[in-house]
């Protein structure tokens, strides 16, 4: 915790049915150098949550219409108010009050009469502690992405690949719906590689990756790259019609890159071979075996003349 600043403009929402009680929290919280926002109630408070995003609910225990408890229980089930901490500030010292709160989801609490140093301690503790809790999240959540992009191209990975496609796959056979996949490869590029350098052939990829992406239009599509110069793509929801009108928009995209490649043996420019498939996944069964059709619709591709697409038939 050692080095975290706190800024000056954290909010503070503080939550309480009496008048006197908000003001003298108000003018102690503004006072240690903290923006402050009111609310009378629960309900009231839960929408001040939601539009104003405060750092920290001060939340009295007993009020009318919705008491803290309730309010509590309601912050934890909100998106934006997930690392919101809550400090209960309650009148009761009982045991089962204690547990309640606890229980409803808040952090910490105080009891009234307020002893206004710990408080001071409390709230400055726990902002701490929620903005470190939420770097992480985000730390977390950037591994989590980097994990799955191909660090070159920028789309997703094999890995990432593999995932998505299974759960389709699944998704797929309960609904019983078709899914389709689509696997191409970059015609002749050992040669592009040898004539314009390997460097070349990196910023070749990463053009021919946008391109083929640019022709997957669904959110749910998933591009792919499946390894060195090979790209695969996952269209859940897509006949054969469709995944072949898309196959051939990605043929054509790259073709449309106008990259010159004087040693291929299909054409003067860089293009791709195209194999695609389509089936309604069996309930159980595994999608290694679809992934081998493709594969061969796509080595049809190649020995038929490359710069073209192919359709697996088998299924
Ligand atoms: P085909 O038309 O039959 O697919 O021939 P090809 O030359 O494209 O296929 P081959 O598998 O013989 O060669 C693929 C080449 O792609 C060889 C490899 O060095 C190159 N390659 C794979 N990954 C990368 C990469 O990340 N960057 C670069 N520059 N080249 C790569
Ligand atoms: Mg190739």
């Given at each position: 915790m050692n080095g975290t600043v706190l800024r000056s403009e954290y909010l503070v929402l503080i939550v309480d049915d009496e008048q006197f009680n908000r003001m003298q929290l108000r003018l102690f919280i503004e006072k240690e150098g903290y923006q402050t926002a009111e609310a009378q109630n629960g309900r009231e408070a839960l929408t001040v949550v939601q539009q104003l995003h405060p750092d920290i609910v001060l939340l009295d225990?007993?009020?009318?219409?919705?008491?803290g408890f309730e309010c509590c229980a309601q912050l934890q089930s909100l998106d934006c108010s997930k690392y919101t901490p809550v400090l209960m500030i309650t009148g009761l010292e009982d045991q089962e009050s204690v547990d309640r709160a606890f229980a409803a989801g808040a952090i910490d609490y105080v009891t009234k009469p307020i002893h206004w140093a710990v408080l001071r301690q409390r709230v400055k503790r726990l902002i701490q502690q929620s903005q470190l809790q939420q770097e992480q999240e985000s730390v977390n959540q950037e591994l989590k992405r980097l994990a799955t992009?191909?660090?070159?191209?920028q789309i997703a990975n094999r890995r990432k690949f593999e995932e998505y496609f299974s759960q389709e796959w699944r998704r797929m056979a309960r609904e019983q719906k078709p899914l389709s996949l689509i696997l191409c490869d970059v015609d002749c590029f050992k040669a592009y590689n040898d004539t314009y350098g390997h460097r070349a052939g990196d910023r070749c990829l990463q053009k021919v990756a946008k391109a083929i992406q640019s022709a997957a239009r669904r959110s749910v599509d998933l591009v792919a790259r499946y390894g060195g110069e090979e790209f695969a793509v996952v269209l859940p929801n897509t006949n054969a019609k469709g995944a072949t009108q898309v196959a051939q928009a990605m043929r054509l995209a790259v073709r449309m890159l106008a990259i010159p490649h004087s040693n291929s043996q299909a054409s003067f420019y860089v293009t791709l071979s195209v194999g695609v498939g389509t089936t309604i996944p069996v309930p159980g069964s595994d999608f290694e075996e679809m992934i081998v059709a493709v594969d061969r619709a796509l080595y049809q591709a190649k020995l038929t003349g490359r710069d073209r697409v192919v359709i697996n038939h088998s299924n």
């Amino acid at each position: 915790m050692n080095g975290t600043v706190l800024r000056s403009e954290y909010l503070v929402l503080i939550v309480d049915d009496e008048q006197f009680n908000r003001m003298q929290l108000r003018l102690f919280i503004e006072k240690e150098g903290y923006q402050t926002a009111e609310a009378q109630n629960g309900r009231e408070a839960l929408t001040v949550v939601q539009q104003l995003h405060p750092d920290i609910v001060l939340l009295d225990a007993m009020m009318p219409d919705m008491d803290g408890f309730e309010c509590c229980a309601q912050l934890q089930s909100l998106d934006c108010s997930k690392y919101t901490p809550v400090l209960m500030i309650t009148g009761l010292e009982d045991q089962e009050s204690v547990d309640r709160a606890f229980a409803a989801g808040a952090i910490d609490y105080v009891t009234k009469p307020i002893h206004w140093a710990v408080l001071r301690q409390r709230v400055k503790r726990l902002i701490q502690q929620s903005q470190l809790q939420q770097e992480q999240e985000s730390v977390n959540q950037e591994l989590k992405r980097l994990a799955t992009i191909d660090g070159l191209t920028q789309i997703a990975n094999r890995r990432k690949f593999e995932e998505y496609f299974s759960q389709e796959w699944r998704r797929m056979a309960r609904e019983q719906k078709p899914l389709s996949l689509i696997l191409c490869d970059v015609d002749c590029f050992k040669a592009y590689n040898d004539t314009y350098g390997h460097r070349a052939g990196d910023r070749c990829l990463q053009k021919v990756a946008k391109a083929i992406q640019s022709a997957a239009r669904r959110s749910v599509d998933l591009v792919a790259r499946y390894g060195g110069e090979e790209f695969a793509v996952v269209l859940p929801n897509t006949n054969a019609k469709g995944a072949t009108q898309v196959a051939q928009a990605m043929r054509l995209a790259v073709r449309m890159l106008a990259i010159p490649h004087s040693n291929s043996q299909a054409s003067f420019y860089v293009t791709l071979s195209v194999g695609v498939g389509t089936t309604i996944p069996v309930p159980g069964s595994d999608f290694e075996e679809m992934i081998v059709a493709v594969d061969r619709a796509l080595y049809q591709a190649k020995l038929t003349g490359r710069d073209r697409v192919v359709i697996n038939h088998s299924n």
